[in-house]
T-cell receptor, first 113, second 115 residues
Framework: SQTIHQWPATLVQPVGSPLSLECTVE??????LYWYRQAAGRGLQLLFY??????ISSEVPQNLSASRPQDRQFILSSKKLLLSDSGFYLC????????????FGPGTRLTVL | SQELEQSPQSLIVQEGKNLTINCTSS?????LYWYKQKYGEGLIFLMM?????EEKSHEKITAKLDEKKQQSSLHITASQPSHAGIYLC???????????????FGQGTILTVHP
């Protein structure tokens, strides 16, 4: 069966510090991968998606970047965090074959002070 | 771009009561997905609907996609405290012609079930 991991689970960082969040998927190959941010308003905002190694598409211009160094690894980064980067970050994977069902990781709670 | 509106935004019910959550799209729905989220956790996939008039059930939760494929409803029968959480609908995002598996999500409905 497939599993998706995210770490860290929680993170408190000062403004201006760098960021690296990691997501890994097990039990599947060549998945589509997605990074979302969920603010206090509850809606999910798609930040980045990837259909293959090294292929990253950005949905929203911002202070963040993403990379996919391996087939089942997706990393969200920032060189200098802003207060507005605080939120709940979710990683998801999908196959986009017969349906676009996505399966989500447990999330990372980021607080920027 | 496609927008999904969920109603109500929040719902408080007594245990044992039935309830319905609606998800309305500004465009035709090609795939509609329902998820449940406990606060501070990831989303759990509940079910997916594709065909107009389709209805699926999982335990005490039933979801329907209307014939015109622009609205879906999620119905919970005899609610229990374990049903509490945030329910989100998502839809295939075909903006630009190819979805790449992307989904657009509604704002979510917060469900509280009092014992």
């Amino acid at each position: 069966s497939q599993t998706i991991h995210q770490w860290p689970a929680t993170l408190v960082q000062p403004v201006g510090s760098p960021l690296s969040l990691e997501c890994t998927v097990e039990g599947t190959s060549n998945p589509n991968l997605y990074w979302y941010r969920q603010a206090a308003g509850r809606g999910l905002q798609l930040l980045f998606y990837s259909v293959g190694i090294g292929q990253i598409s950005s949905e929203v211009p911002q202070n963040l970047s993403a990379s996919r160094p391996q087939d089942r690894q997706f990393i969200l980064s920032s060189k200098k965090l802003l207060l507005s980067d605080s939120g709940f970050y979710l990683c998801a994977w999908g196959r986009a074959v017969s349906t676009n069902t996505q399966y989500f990781g447990p999330g990372t709670r980021l607080t920027v002070l | 771009s496609q927008e999904l509106e969920q109603s109500p935004q929040s719902l408080i019910v007594q245990e044992g009561k039935n309830l319905t959550i609606n998800c309305t799209s500004s465009k035709t729905l090609y795939g509609l997905y329902w998820y449940k989220q406990k606060y501070g956790e990831g989303l759990i996939f509940l079910m997916m609907l594709q065909k107009g008039g389709e209805e699926k059930s999982h335990e005490k939760i039933t979801a329907k996609l209307d014939e015109k494929k622009q609205q879906s409803s999620l119905h919970i029968t005899a609610s229990q405290p374990s049903h509490a959480g945030i329910y989100l609908c998502g839809a295939d995002d075909y903006a630009g012609g190819t979805s790449y598996g992307k989904l657009t999500f509604g704002q979510g409905t917060i469900l509280t079930v009092h014992p």
